[in-house]
């Protein structure tokens, strides 16, 4: 039974990096309007996210993306049910920002509001599309700052099955990009140079894949891309065959590890989620692995794989709807386990 005070529309605002994403989800009714602004620009001079300017941008466009919003749904503030915010992971000070403006918005419109895991968020990212994934499943969660399969044997009950030893996926990718002289963010920047190039013309390794286990490692890899690119002639061709093979190895990794963890647990479902599930050579691969091994994968649409509001706003509302309140206080969790998450048990706890 979902409780009827909160099906109604919940405002989720995500701040925990270099994106603002505000959001309004309804449970029933889906999702009724995004919006994000990517501070991008703002920090490519540096060559990665500065946290002092990566605040003072959430503070300058968090209320105009709400007003946005509200206005996109056809909604009025009074008509909200309940606000959602990032609480953690990420950086204190951009976290502070949403949490703050949440916490403020909830106190003045007596709404009830909570603090959303940001990797919940990305995990639960599928569940915006049409025939979502219902768990029991597997999740690889990609991004900037994680590289993590995850069990989930319900909402909000998470097992981490393998994790990063050093660099994330994202990580990986960023570093690699940079030093064959692409822009920031790299991910993005080195997939398209991929295309250009050819997968077997440098062959690198597949790190921690000649030994039992779920647990990644990536900064070997790049000290070889790094290697490779000083020995190669540093022009297009040799930048393009590089970072191919480069996304060929983080691609191979995945897949492997993937199916690993799908065969330990017995699960047939695979969710990607997170800024590397974008990578359209990690989605057509894992797609062809789950074709020939027989589970079914789960991707967000590209837009809802970086960082965006819709997620915070979905995995607010489900918690929102379990009866998942918390106090007016604000807290945000720089670094915070998946693992110790409340698991939902309210039968109302499902997507729309
Ligand atoms: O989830 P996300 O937006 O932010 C974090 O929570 O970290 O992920 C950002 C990461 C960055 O490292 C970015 O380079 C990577 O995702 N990324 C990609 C692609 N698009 C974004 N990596 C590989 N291929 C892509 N197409
Ligand atoms: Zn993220």
Not at 17 to 30: L, N
Not at 110 to 123: D, F, N, R, S, T
Not at 191 to 215: C, Q, V
Not at 241 to 257: N, P, R, S
Request: glycine share 12%; charged share 20%.
């Amino acid at each position: 039974m979902q409780n009827t005070e909160y099906s109604k529309p919940v405002l989720g605002i995500e701040s925990s990096c270099d994106e603002t994403g505000v959001a309004i989800y309804q449970p029933g009714h889906g999702l009724l309007a995004h919006a994000l602004y990517s501070q991008v620009a703002l920090h490519a001079d540096y060559g990665g996210v500065v946290p002092e300017l990566a605040s003072r941008d959430h503070v300058r466009k968090l209320l105009p993306l709400v007003r946005e919003v509200l206005a996109e749904a056809g909604l009025g503030m009074r008509e909200l049910g309940g606000v959602a915010y990032t609480a953690g992971p990420g950086l204190v000070g951009a976290l502070l920002v949403g949490a703050s403006a949440a916490r403020a918005m909830a106190w003045a419109l007596e709404l009830p509001a909570i603090g959303v895991h940001h990797m919940e968020g990305h995990l639960l990212a599928p569940l915006l599309e049409a025939d979502p994934p219902e768990p029991p499943f597997v999740a690889l969660l990609v991004s900037g700052g994680h590289s993590m399969l995850v069990a989930v044997r319900a909402i909000g009950e998470y097992r981490v099955l393998g994790d990063t030893l050093d660099d994330a996926a994202g990580e990986a990718f960023d570093k690699t990009a940079k030093l064959m002289g692409l822009s920031y963010p790299g991910g993005p920047a080195l997939a398209a140079e991929a295309l250009k190039g050819d997968p077997g013309a440098y062959r690198f390794a597949r790190p921690m894949t000649d030994r039992p286990g779920l647990d990644f490692s990536f900064s070997g890899l790049k000290t070889q891309v790094l290697l490779a690119w000083q020995k190669s002639d540093q022009d297009a061709r040799a930048r393009a065959d590089i970072a191919a093979g480069f996304e060929q190895a983080i691609v191979d990794t995945l897949v492997i590890k993937c199916r690993r963890a799908l065969q330990a647990t017995g699960m047939r479902r695979l969710v990607i989620a997170g800024g590397v599930g974008a990578n359209r050579r990690l989605r057509a691969d894992l797609a062809a692995a789950g074709e020939a091994d027989g589970f079914r994968t789960y991707f967000p649409r590209l837009a809802f794989c970086t960082d965006n509001g819709a997620m915070i706003a979905l995995a607010g509302a489900l918690r929102l709807s379990a009866g998942q309140v918390q106090g007016p206080d604000i807290h945000v969790h720089p670094r915070w386990s998946l693992e110790s998450l409340e698991p939902l048990t309210s039968a109302g706890a499902h997507a729309a």
